[in-house]
């Protein structure tokens, strides 16, 4: 998955703009994002990252820690607001080690 899922979480941009654009542009030198281990973060840290609420990143962390961690990040998908596009976003700054 590329950075570009970053784009549909943009506020007001339409899917379909957002698609429009991905055919006629592509980022050539994307920023390195170092990944964070998802078990050892907290629920103040989840909710720093790009689109992560502050109830969402609590819910994050109690799911991790009532499994005592997590081995994959698609873990994730039972929690109710977790949606797939979300799933990726998560991936871009997280792993799960």
């Given at each position: 998955m590329s950075d570009?899922?970053?784009?549909?979480?943009?506020?007001g941009i339409k899917k379909e703009t957002?698609?429009?654009l991905l055919r006629r542009f592509t980022?050539?030198?994307p920023k390195l994002i170092t990944k964070r281990n998802i078990n050892e973060l907290t629920a103040s840290d989840l909710s720093t990252l790009p689109g992560i609420s502050?109830?969402?990143g609590v819910a994050i962390w109690e799911f991790v820690r009532v499994?005592?961690?997590v081995d994959s990040l698609e873990e994730l998908q039972k929690i109710d607001?977790?949606?797939p596009q979300k799933i990726a976003l998560i991936k871009l700054y997280l792993s799960a080690e």
């Open positions: 570009n899922v970053q784009l549909y979480f943009v506020y957002i698609d429009e980022v050539k030198t502050f109830e969402l499994k005592n961690g607001e977790i949606t």
